[in-house]
Nanobody
Framework: QVQVVESGGALVQPGGSLRLSCVVS????????MGWYRQSPGNQRERVAR???????AYKDSVKGRFTISRDNAKNLVTLQMNNLETEDTAVYYC??????????WGQGTQVTVSS
């Protein structure tokens, strides 16, 4: 079972930066592609970034060039560096495996609020 704890969310002004952290535990979690997801009120949860076990990355079009996902397997850590934040980035951000099973378990998430 893969368990995650997300942190790092905050209130930030447009153009600001945040670094989200996901501490991962569970047997053989390193074999999974990991992703950051987000959900805002009235919207479905969406994946914004993912990283494979060997470090290949992919991003939602709207965050390309602004967000960077990384992983440190030795430290059980997946991070999301978020730069040039926009109001549209406001959401609760979650970390989980990719793809997410239908009955997946989610962590608490971490709130990112971008407001002027």
């Amino acid at each position: 079972q893969v368990q995650v704890v997300e942190s790092g969310g905050a209130l930030v002004q447009p153009g600001g930066s945040l670094r989200l952290s996901c501490v991962v535990s569970g047997s053989e979690w390193r074999v999974y592609t990991m992703g950051w997801y987000r959900q805002s009120p009235g919207n479905q949860r969406e994946r914004v970034a993912r990283i494979t076990p060997n470090g290949d990355t992919a991003y939602k079009d709207s965050v390309k060039g602004r967000f960077t996902i990384s992983r440190d397997n030795a430290k059980n850590l997946v991070t999301l560096q978020m730069n040039n934040l926009e109001t549209e980035d406001t959401a609760v951000y979650y970390c989980n495996i990719v793809p997410v099973p239908l009955r997946a378990t989610w962590g608490q998430g971490t709130q990112v609020t971008v407001s002027s």
